[in-house]
């Protein structure tokens, strides 16, 4: 990836290729210090986001998010 989830997220919502989730209730013992947007709670943040990960990885397969993708260099 040539980008960070946060951006990714930020890309994929402008595209409409991913929406946001239902506010996610907050654990008993939250971090305010975190905060995942994708989420929209202060449980982890959006960088360390399994769900975000595994919704990223799947939209990638499906290439909706080619411009977040490293292109390779023509082999010679």
């Not at 980008?3 to 996610?24: D, F, N, P, Q, Y």
């Not at 947007?37 to 990638?60: A, F, M, Q, V, W």
Request: one cysteine or more; aromatic letters at 6%; proline letters at 7%.
């Amino acid at each position: 990836l040539n980008a960070s989830r946060s951006r990714i997220l930020e890309g994929a919502l402008a595209t409409k290729v991913l929406t946001m989730l239902k506010r996610a209730n907050t654990p008993p013992r939250d971090n305010p210090l975190k905060y995942c947007r994708y989420h929209r709670n202060p449980s982890h943040s959006t960088g360390k986001c399994i769900t975000l990960k595994d919704k990223i990885e799947d939209l990638i397969k499906k290439e909706c998010l080619k411009d977040f993708v490293y292109k390779s260099s023509p082999q010679h």
